[in-house]
């Protein structure tokens, strides 16, 4: 607790203002309730586990920048002064690169399950894949919904998540 009250004030004081580590940053704190989950339920993550959502969280709090700078425009640097050293280019590029290295740990993780799992994890990465696209097309167009929203309310994307997880599961 006190490390992450520690981070968190080292955040609102210097690390907001540093590029790239304040997204780490964000991203941080989506890790940290997966990890709170796992604490709950009293099954500790694998490697690979946490590999793939440390890469989604990235991806999610890129996608953050990136839609707060395209709709904010020039006032995005008014809002976060972080943000005078994002481009949006660079940004889209970061998120495809993110969502790539995801499915491939995605990938080597399902490829490294036993037989009978191998098979259904290695196209539960299909819909998973399609979630990616579908989270690129939906943090692509100028909103002013929370990117959250667009993993929760969209139907398409719930479509490619209840696959996903149908295909996970069925591997178990």
Known sequence: MGAYLTLSFLYSWVLKHI???????VASGFLLRVL????ATHVPPSKWF??????????VAIAKRYTELT?????AIKHRPVMRWY???????AQIVVGALMIAGYLAWAAGEHP????WHLVSALPLAAA?????VLTGRRTSAPVEDMLTRDAPMLVCEVSWLALFVAGL
Do not use: D, I, Y
């Open 50 to 59: 946490l590999l793939v959502c440390s890469l989604g969280a990235v991806g």
């Open 87 to 93: 481009r949006p280019a660079a940004l889209r590029l």
């Open 36 to 39: 709170g989950g796992a604490a």
């Open 71 to 75: 709709n904010l425009g020039a006032e």
């Open 19 to 25: 590029p790239v580590v304040e997204v780490l940053f």
């Open 116 to 119: 009978g799992a191998r098979t």
């Open 132 to 136: 990616l696209v579908r989270f690129g």
